[in-house]
């Protein structure tokens, strides 16, 4: 799993410096996460793809027949050709959020999941980015679910900081505790 | 010697008697005429014959016999100090056999008295050892058993109260909830 994160940064930070010499950083990006909706709403192709014994040139030939479908342009092909001959179409995921995280450093800003139990108003989402945008001091793209595994409150992520406001985190502290024997 | 001298004279003078005594009668044993020399000469001769043909080897055969007697008496003497000797020489071996066979025994003893005191500090380490062995063992499963049973206590406790939770949680509840944990993350800023 880290060999393929670290697969995918080198990727995607080749793909990232084509994109930001050619002016096209954000667009790029909207154009890969077109192409991985389009690869994954097509199982079929996808499976084709990922098989070992199809010759590269056709691997690279069916791709860039996904991509040119999906919309994407000469750079976002080009790239999904390579990749697709390299038989690194598994990393498009890893290799997209890797772009992501490139450029959402270029402009400042950073990603942030949150689950919820309940569906969060704009209010709290707004309160939300304001605390977070506070204590990262960067302009903060809230990426909101909900998770009816969780009891109550939310989860935050950005990157690798976590910020747990959860029921569940705090039964799990109180289950630590009361494990170690503290009250 | 001697006694042949003493007997000698005896015997010369006894013949006058003799000769007395013959005297007096016709036909006695001695006549006191030229025979009496020829007699005493034959005498003497006889006396010296018998001295030297009877008398000297049977003297001689005494001596020897003394002497051998004498040599047995000290062969004996000397066999009976030499068995004495060796009698005592014996009696000392057996007393210095006795004395090293005491000395084996009471380092015997001593081994086997300082082994068995090694034994039983062996075994008294030994056992002390055990029992901590499974004193630690023991502290080992109490600690173990109260962890266990502190996980499963928790692991109930916080069953019941995610049950609860869940069932008495309403909208207002988790509005309230995500209020006070922005509120929270706001403090810690």
């Not at chain 1, 995607?12 to 909207?30: D, I, S, V, W, Y």
């Not at chain 1, 077109?34 to 590269?56: N, S, T």
Request: with cysteine.
């Amino acid at each position: 799993m880290r060999a393929q994160e670290g697969t995918a940064r080198r990727y995607a930070k080749a793909l990232h410096m084509a994109a930001t010499e050619a002016g096209a950083g954000e667009a790029t990006g909207r154009e890969l996460a077109a192409f991985l909706d389009g690869l994954q709403a097509d199982r079929g192709a996808l499976e084709i793809l990922e098989r070992p014994w199809i010759k590269p040139s056709d691997r690279r030939a069916a791709a860039l027949a996904l991509a040119e479908k999906s919309g994407s342009g000469k750079l976002v092909r080009d790239f999904i050709g390579l990749v697709a001959e390299r038989g690194r179409l598994d990393h498009l995921a890893a290799i997209i959020a890797a772009y992501r995280d490139l450029i959402d450093a270029d402009l400042g800003q950073a990603r942030a999941q949150v689950r919820s139990a309940v569906a969060l108003t704009d209010t709290e989402k707004a309160r939300l980015s304001s605390h977070l945008q506070a204590a990262l001091s960067k302009r903060i793209i809230l990426e909101d679910s909900v998770d009816t595994n969780l009891l109550g409150g939310f989860v935050a992520q950005v990157g690798s900081l976590i910020l747990d406001g959860s029921i569940d985190g705090q039964l799990a502290r109180m289950r630590e505790r009361l494990a170690r024997g503290q009250a | 010697m001697r006694r042949v001298f003493a007997i000698a004279c005896f015997l010369a003078g006894l013949l006058p008697a003799v000769a007395f005594a013959s005297g007096g009668e016709e036909g006695g044993l001695i006549s006191l005429d030229k025979s009496l020399i020829i007699q005493a000469v034959n005498f003497a001769i006889l006396l010296w014959l018998l001295t030297k043909l009877l008398y000297k080897p049977l003297l001689a055969k005494m001596d020897e016999r003394t002497n051998a007697i004498q040599k047995s008496l000290d062969e004996a003497q000397a066999a009976r100090a030499q068995a004495q000797k060796e009698r005592d020489e014996f009696a000392a071996k057996i007393q210095a056999a006795n004395a090293e066979a005491q000395r084996i025994r009471a380092e015997a003893l001593k081994d086997a008295a300082d082994e068995q005191r090694r034994l039983v500090e062996a075994a008294k380490a030994e056992a002390a050892r055990l029992v901590a062995g499974a004193r630690q063992e023991m502290d080992q499963d109490v600690r173990r058993a109260r962890q266990e049973l502190r996980q499963e206590v928790a692991d109930l406790a916080i069953a019941i109260s995610e049950r609860l939770i869940k069932k008495s949680l309403n909208d207002t509840d988790h509005r309230r909830i995500v209020d006070d944990a922005i509120a929270h993350m706001g403090q810690k800023n």
